[in-house]
């Protein structure tokens, strides 16, 4: 069992570091999934089933694992998924998430229902720092309106990511069974706070259910891109995705839309949904003209850089990582989101060496074999 950062060779490690440090609410909010977890177990297992087809003979000297997403500049293909209350986890919170992001050039996509508000997340933000802002349409729509004017104000924040596979919150039992009350006042911003409030004095159980309770269940095609493109201007990105159909209608929205994260919410929203790579390989298989027309992203159990070099060889874009710099966090502040990051960099660069690959744009799906997830 690692003992420090400096011990934790691995994502496991680190995650196994701050489960120590970490208090049972933080610990279950995190750690929870729907009811048997298990498409956060087949997220988590996945990727072991892609081989991959190393080539000989290939000078593996260089290797640049930078890359742009959404049209920025970043030093690594992964980029922080939006996940809520990362001060449940450490004091230093998205903040100190950002900080990290900054020394090593990740994007970060900020939660709706972060535990400080955005201003305070992209304060010390350095030059070139890239920022998504992530929504949830609350059911008092003036609230969101109101985020989304903020949002404006914060030249940081390059896009809005729209989150669309939580109409309503998956039955999170780890996080239920610790009971939610005291999570109140955490959270910077203010459609949670006063829903955590609510939840909090409702007695009702999980973090996860507490910061749903505002949240607009009555979302659709026709009604909300038009309602969103209103109230704002910044590219969208819709997050949540779990099969080609709903892709190819995602890419008839271009260039209003100019990404999709094909994600299962970290197992958190329907279990049994596939792993974002299956949607990943179905779009391969019957739409693959929606990878020419918007930027297609995974996220979902990435705990390896062998993960991460066989979603960009399938044709993903770039790679999100949600728990992992939560833990990081919970492991040692910045520090341990700097040391996550420092792994899974390093795990990346070797995976494309191991390839025979230079560079993340020479990623090709010849360079994997993904025949037994194909099949499923
Ligand atoms: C999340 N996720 C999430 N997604 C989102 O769009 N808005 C949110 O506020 C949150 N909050 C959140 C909290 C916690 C504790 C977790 C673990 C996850 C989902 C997240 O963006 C991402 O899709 C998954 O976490 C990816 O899976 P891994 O990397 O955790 O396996």
Redesign the pocket.
């Known amino acids: 069992q690692p003992t420090s950062l400096a011990d934790c060779l691995n994502l496991d490690d680190i995650e196994a570091l701050a489960t120590r440090k970490i208090s049972r609410k933080a610990w279950g ?2 750690y929870s999934a729907a009811d048997d977890l298990t498409s956060k177990t087949l ?1 988590n297992t996945v990727y072991t089933r892609i081989l991959m087809r190393p080539r000989i003979f290939i000078d593996c000297t260089k290797c640049d694992t930078s890359t742009s997403l959404l049209s920025h500049r970043v030093n690594v293909p992964f980029f922080v ?5 990362a001060r449940l986890g450490n004091p230093a919170g998205e903040a100190g998430i950002a900080q990290a992001c900054g020394k090593y050039g990740v994007m970060q996509v900020i ?3 972060a535990s400080q508000t955005p201003e305070q997340i992209v304060e010390g933000a350095g030059e070139g720092q890239v920022f998504g802002w ?1 929504l ?1 349409v609350q059911q008092d729509r003036q609230k969101s309106v109101e985020m989304l004017k903020r949002i404006k104000r914060l030249p940081q924040i390059k896009f809005v990511c729209l ?1 669309l596979d939580a109409p309503v919150p998956g039955k999170r039992e780890h996080d239920e069974r610790t009971k939610s009350a005291a999570a109140g006042g955490v959270s910077g911003n203010l459609p949670v706070r006063s829903s955590l409030q609510q939840a909090g004095s409702a007695g009702a159980g999980g973090v996860g259910r507490a910061l749903f309770a505002g949240t607009a269940p009555d979302l659709t095609w026709k009604t909300t891109l038009p309602w969103l493109r209103q109230h704002t201007d910044l590219p969208i990105v819709l ?2 995705l779990q099969t080609h159909e709903d892709a190819y209608i995602a890419s008839l929205h271009a260039p209003q839309v100019k990404g999709i994260i094909l ?1 299962n ?2 197992g ?1 929203a329907m279990d049994t949904a596939p792993p974002s790579i299956h949607t990943l390989l179905e779009i391969r298989k019957y739409c693959p003209e929606v990878l020419s027309r918007l930027e297609v992203f995974v ?4 705990r390896r850089g062998t993960d991460v070099v066989k979603a960009l060889c399938l044709g993903a874009k770039g790679v ?5 710099p ?1 833990f990081g966090l919970g492991a040692g502040g910045v520090e341990g989101v700097e040391r996550t990051f420092e792994i899974l960099k390093a795990e990346t660069e070797t995976a494309m060496r191991l390839l025979g690959v230079e560079k993340v744009a020479d990623l090709r799906p010849h360079h994997v074999n993904a025949r037994s997830v194909e099949r499923d």
């Open positions: 909010y995190y997220n998924s939006p996940a809520a209350m939660s709706n229902n992530q949830y989150t997050k949540g994600s919410h970290g958190r996220d979902g159990g990435i999100g990582i949600g728990r992992a939560l």
